[in-house]
């Protein structure tokens, strides 16, 4: 699934093979099913996703808000650099799988790994920034 996501993903598909490896063995992978809430507006954030299969849509006050994030789509990103709670649920729109990475485990790769860290963190923020761009 990893190998699918990054041919599909802006952000990850710079990436060389030793790189996915090293995420890869950080990864907590979450099954999601169509409808389920993935990340609940208003709790702590603590982690950031990327959809390696099926669709997720941000909702906010229990309405939807902008187009479906499928697979290679970051998700929950916005809180590492905004802190404290998500400002928005995301729920299912289909079936699917989310691979998670806490920012704890990625404060460690900045030790383990600078280089990767850094491509990491550049792709997050942009992420971030494509996010707020379509929400001004």
């Given at each position: 699934m990893i190998a699918a996501c990054q041919e599909?993903?802006?952000y990850f598909s710079d990436f060389d093979f030793q790189q996915l490896i090293t995420l890869a063995k950080e990864l907590?992978?979450?099954h999601f099913k169509t409808h389920e809430t993935v990340l609940f507006q208003g709790?702590?954030?603590?982690?950031?996703g990327v959809v390696l299969k099926g669709a997720v849509v941000p909702v906010a006050g229990g309405t939807p808000i902008g187009q479906p994030r499928g697979v290679g789509e970051i998700i929950g990103e916005m809180s590492l650099f905004s802190g404290g709670t998500r400002n928005m649920s995301?729920?299912?729109?289909?079936?699917g799988f989310l691979?998670?990475?806490s920012f704890a485990q990625l404060e460690q790769l900045a030790s383990a790994d600078r280089g990767l860290y850094e491509k990491l963190s550049r792709q997050l923020a942009l992420a971030t920034l494509e996010k707020q761009a379509q929400t001004d």
């Open positions: 599909h993903s802006k907590t992978i979450l709790e702590p954030a603590t982690f950031f995301v729920e299912a729109a289909h079936d691979a998670v990475v």
